[in-house]
């Protein structure tokens, strides 16, 4: 329609020339599975990582659900961990038979509280689930000494936080636990769809090879299995997508938080908008979305409809999954973690993805304003 401004969509990847000249190399090379790209994709991410390996797998879920087994939590465990989550982080237990146990988060970072977590340990806790959500790092230390307190196993769900740097300096996913990784395409960075999963040593990380290839051991044949597997693979054309978003991962990141620090402005002068927080000490958010809060009052479905109606993509990000049907069975109720509750009824995720451009994150904003009944600032 002539007049109208293009439409801002809320995620977008960026896929260039490098992507397609490696997707080529791996079509023309006739290996498109378990050959040299996928190797190469899982060294180089586990040198930017930081860490000693790294397991390519079909998805963020896949790596999550090897996780679970590789820390052997089954029936009869419970494993504490965050309700305002991607509903995977809790999915991944039910895989196995195992329990999540929810505990109220912290409401400034949105991430599982230790003191909450350590309120909920019992006789059958027999592990730590955290998120690092929306890319900022959860208080990991504070776990980990809960987790070593009581024995506990740790699986940590950073699948939207490649590049977030924790309390003590360190990049997420490399401490030593278990780590997962997702590349869905509105990720920092994306393969399509893909994940990682970062081992805890060399026989964990063979036994995390096998089960994502059928139960074939390394130097097996394509018929012999000697364990239960599963095709969690990730093609080595996805490969060929990562080993070059990898090559510019520092950049997307950096790009990625210029644009946050463009909407910290932009958003600044509007009433009943609250901003997430870019980091505290140490602590530096890898940015997957941008998400405000509204204030108490705001009516966010009517919001949302206003900023469609401009075409502006925006959408009420996230609601608690202890709330979804498959979870209430096991007797969860809206009222029992105020904290994610609170977040989950008032956030609003906007358009956010490296390419987007200084005027359309004020166009944003500006509508923003207009949405919620006031004068967009302009100038
Ligand atoms: C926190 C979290 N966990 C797990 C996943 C699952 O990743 P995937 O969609 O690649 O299976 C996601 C992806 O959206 C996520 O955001």
Same mark, same amino acid.
């Given at each position: 329609m002539s007049g109208e401004p293009e439409p801002i969509p809320l995620a977008q990847p960026d896929i260039g020339s490098r992507e397609e000249t490696l997707v080529l190399e791996v079509l023309r090379s006739g290996q498109l599975s378990l050959g040299p790209m996928g190797q190469r994709f899982e060294r180089e991410l586990a040198a930017?990582?930081?860490?000693?390996?790294a397991v390519a797998v079909s998805?963020?879920?896949?790596?999550?659900?090897?996780?679970?087994?590789?820390?052997?939590?089954?029936?009869?465990?419970?494993?504490?961990?965050?309700?305002?989550?991607?509903?995977?982080s809790a999915n991944c237990l039910l895989y196995e038979g195992a329990r999540p146990v929810f505990c109220d988060v912290d409401p400034v970072t949105l991430n599982l509280d230790p003191a909450a977590a350590a309120a909920a340990a019992g006789e059958r806790t027999a592990g730590i689930l955290p998120i690092h959500i929306f890319g900022y790092p959860a208080a990991m230390a504070a776990l980990e000494s809960l987790a070593s307190a009581q024995g506990l196993g740790i699986l940590e769900d950073a699948c939207e936080a490649i590049g977030a740097?924790?309390?003590?300096?360190?990049?997420?996913?490399?401490?030593?636990?278990?780590?997962?990784?997702?590349?869905?395409?509105?990720?920092?960075?994306?393969?399509?769809?893909?994940?990682?999963i970062v081992p805890t040593d060399a026989e964990c990380g063979a036994r995390i090879r096998s089960e994502r290839n059928q139960g074939r051991a390394i130097d097996m044949g394509w018929l012999d299995h000697d364990r *239960? @597997?599963?095709?969690?693979?990730?093609?080595? &054309? =996805?490969? !060929?997508?990562?080993?070059?978003?990898?090559?510019?991962?520092?950049?997307?990141?950096?790009?990625?938080?210029?644009?946050?620090d463009l909407y910290e402005q932009g958003l600044a002068g509007i009433e009943g908008v609250a901003t997430p927080i870019a980091g505290r000490g140490q602590e530096r958010r890898s940015w997957f979305v941008y998400t405000v809060r509204l204030a108490d009052g705001v009516d966010r479905d009517a919001t949302i409809a206003r900023l469609a109606a401009r075409g502006i993509a925006s959408k009420?990000?996230?609601?608690?999954?202890?709330?979804?049907?498959?979870?209430?069975? *096991? @007797?969860?109720?809206?009222?029992?973690?105020? &904290? =994610?509750? !609170?977040?989950?009824?008032?956030?609003?995720?906007?358009?956010?993805f490296p390419a987007i451009s200084e005027g359309q994150v004020a166009r944003v904003c500006q509508e923003l304003a207009a949405a919620l009944g006031q004068t967009p600032v302009t100038g």
């Open positions: 930017w990582l930081g860490v000693e390996d998805s963020g879920t896949t790596a999550l659900h090897l996780g679970v087994r590789a820390l052997g939590w089954g029936a009869g465990d419970e494993v504490l961990t965050s309700p305002f989550s991607f509903v995977a740097v924790d309390s003590e300096g360190r990049r997420v996913g490399s401490r030593g636990n278990l780590a997962t990784f997702a590349y869905y395409a509105n990720k920092q960075m994306t393969t399509g769809e893909g994940g990682t *239960l @597997g599963f095709n969690y693979r990730l093609s080595d &054309v =996805a490969a !060929a997508i990562g080993v070059a978003q990898v090559e510019k991962l520092d950049e997307l990141l950096e790009r990625r938080a210029a644009v946050a009420a990000y996230l609601p608690c999954i202890h709330l979804f049907p498959h979870l209430r069975e *096991l @007797g969860y109720r809206e009222g029992q973690f105020p &904290v =994610a509750e !609170a977040a989950a009824a008032h956030s609003l995720a906007l358009p956010f």
